[in-house]
């Protein structure tokens, strides 16, 4: 299916791995200009760079200014924005355990960087009448889980954010979108030091069989891949769902029981 998507000007957010690097793949895929933004590339974003079709911008969206550095550098017209950066330490020393700072870096990463995005591309979009953003959310959302509190806050305030301007700008002909993943197969879960590794030496359970309590949870069994997420990302940045604005979909094997 033809989702309309070539030539258009997309900048994604957390870009050099995992669930933004499979959205910056699928973009390229589908003939969109895109602007990758990330502290630091990795092989596979620059393999994607010397195919065309994909820039790097080297930025840190935790700080302030990195939002309009990285709108700045993608030019004046910008149709798509994915705000994907963000991270979920485990806590294991429960709730008394997180310090302010912690807590500070947790909102920062998971919902400032992406009201920052927001303010800065906004103007542009409605400049033109039109646009799309999508804000990679999660289930922990509305799933609270002690062992990231301060990641499952965050995202909270993420989607009650994207919803709120979905209101404010859907009159104007932009749409603004969340999607909520449940554990995906990236470097969040399973590297050295992602919530698998973490819980495991905090438990003394294997790191395998963290990951497969944490898949035995879903209904299908298993994590979501990138790549799966990748494409409700791509059809909700996509005119395929123009009259689609403020909603949340859930790729989460059926994590979620309720609605």
């Not at 330490?89 to 302010?100: E, I, K, S, Y």
Request: hydrophobic share 45%; aromatic share 4%.
């Amino acid at each position: 299916m033809d989702l309309g998507l070539k030539g258009r000007v997309a900048v994604v957010t957390g870009a050099s791995r995992g669930i933004g690097l499979a959205i910056v793949r699928a973009l390229a895929a589908e003939g969109a200009q895109v602007v990758a933004g990330a502290r630091h590339s990795s092989d596979e974003l620059d393999a994607l760079i010397e195919r065309g079709g994909v820039r790097l911008v080297r930025v840190d969206l935790a700080e302030a200014e990195g939002a309009g550095r990285l709108v700045a550098a993608a030019g004046d017209r910008i149709d798509v924005l994915v705000n994907n950066v963000g991270a979920a330490p485990a806590r294991t020393g429960g709730f008394l355990g997180v310090t302010d700072e912690q807590w500070q870096q947790a909102m920062n990463l998971n919902f400032f960087t992406a009201v920052r995005a927001t303010r800065e591309v906004l103007p542009l979009m409605l400049a033109r009448g039109s646009g799309s953003i999508v804000n990679v959310c999660s289930v922990n959302a509305v799933f609270p889980d002690p062992m990231v509190i301060d990641y499952c806050a965050g995202k909270a305030a993420l989607a009650n954010f994207s919803k709120g301007v979905s209101k404010e700008v859907g009159g104007r002909g932009i749409r603004v979108n969340t999607v909520s993943p449940g554990p995906v197969e990236t470097d969040l879960w399973l590297a050295d030091d992602g919530v698998a590794a973490t819980l495991s030496r905090a438990t003394g359970m294997a790191p395998e069989a963290v990951r497969a309590q944490a898949a035995g949870a879903t209904v299908t069994g298993r994590f979501s891949k990138p790549a799966e997420v990748a494409d409700v990302v791509l059809m909700l940045a996509s005119d395929r769902t123009g009259n689609v604005t403020g909603a949340d979909i859930t790729i989460d094997g059926g994590f979620l029981t309720t609605w």
